[in-house]
């Protein structure tokens, strides 16, 4: 009960009182004085008695009262401190989401570290693709051209055993051919007068047949290399044929002489096909 209720209850006590004497010396005018004063003695003792319950029961609310304040005093004091509490926890979460901000702005920056360490790979990788892709091509590029020596070796090779063969041949007609030239030897005495005209035509129609193959065209030059040449004895102005299987081809004039090869002027006035490396050229 709070302090105004209290105090209501004591005005209504003095009211009460107040009323009865009002009511007592009424009734002592209209009756026995003696008879109305024992009953107002009575009534005031009565009175009394019931004050010294309202001052008890007043004290007894002023102890309550007391032990009510006394109770919202601790209770106060509680809340004080539980309130410090959770201003503790207040702060104490604060300085958990400033910790948790400050490690989760360093685990964005280790992933944004290892987001470019990631791409720095992929670059290498990429890389590394690049460079397997343009070995395996210059690998494929000397596997072709190991591929091309090779058989241009096999090719060669039979070049080497055809001309093998060719020599013996050849060296087989030099025999005849020597003679020949024994038995003619006589015979060109006579005609020691036309030694020009003969060794034009000796430099042109050779006595021991010459054979050879193109091995280079230089059409912007209009010239071809052979591969024959002084230890063939070939001759500058020596006209050989050029033919392709069984078909003629064209005729070359030899320009040029070096140790195992020589460059010839290709006839235009006599040729039929364009020469192509690999055809045969041999005196007439």
């Known amino acids: 009960m709070n302090q105004a209720g209290k105090i209501f209850i004591v005005i209504n006590l003095i009211l009460s009182v107040a009323f009865a004497m009002f009511s007592i010396s009424l009734y002592a005018k209209r009756a026995d004085y003696r008879k109305e004063a024992n009953t107002t003695s009575a009534l005031l003792s009565k009175t009394e008695r019931e004050l010294g319950e309202v001052q008890d029961r007043l004290k007894s609310l002023e102890l309550e009262y007391t032990s009510e304040s006394k109770k919202n005093a601790e209770a106060t004091i509680e809340l004080q401190s539980k309130t410090e509490q959770v201003r503790e926890l207040e702060r104490l979460r604060e300085a958990d989401k400033q910790d948790f901000t400050t490690k989760l702005a360093q685990a964005q920056a280790s992933l944004d570290n290892a987001q470019a360490l990631l791409a720095d790979a992929e670059q290498s990788k990429t890389a590394l693709q690049t460079q397997l892709s343009e070995a395996n091509q210059a690998r494929n590029t000397a596997q072709r051209e190991l591929d091309f020596a090779e058989k241009r070796a096999l090719e060669v090779a039979a070049d080497l055993k055809e001309a093998e063969a060719q020599l013996q041949a050849n060296a087989e007609r030099t025999a005849e051919i020597v003679e020949q030239n024994l038995e003619m030897r006589t015979q060109l005495k006579?005609?020691?007068?036309?030694?020009?005209?003969?060794?034009?035509?000796?430099?042109?129609?050779p006595l021991v047949p010459i054979r050879g193959k193109v091995i280079e065209v230089e059409e912007s030059l209009n010239?071809?290399?052979?591969?024959?040449?002084?230890?063939?004895?070939?001759?500058?102005?020596?006209?050989?044929?050029?033919?392709?299987?069984?078909?003629?081809?064209?005729?070359?004039?030899?320009?040029?002489?070096?140790a195992d090869m020589c460059s010839a002027e290709i006839d235009t006035g006599m040729t039929e096909k364009p020469i192509r490396k690999g055809d045969v050229a041999e005196t007439l």
């Open 223 to 258: 010239l071809v290399m052979l591969n024959v040449g002084k230890k063939d004895n070939v001759k500058t102005g020596m006209e050989l044929v050029v033919s392709r299987g069984s078909e003629y081809v064209s005729k070359v004039k030899v320009k040029e002489i070096y």
């Open 190 to 205: 006579a005609y020691e007068t036309s030694v020009g005209p003969i060794k034009e035509l000796a430099t042109k129609s």
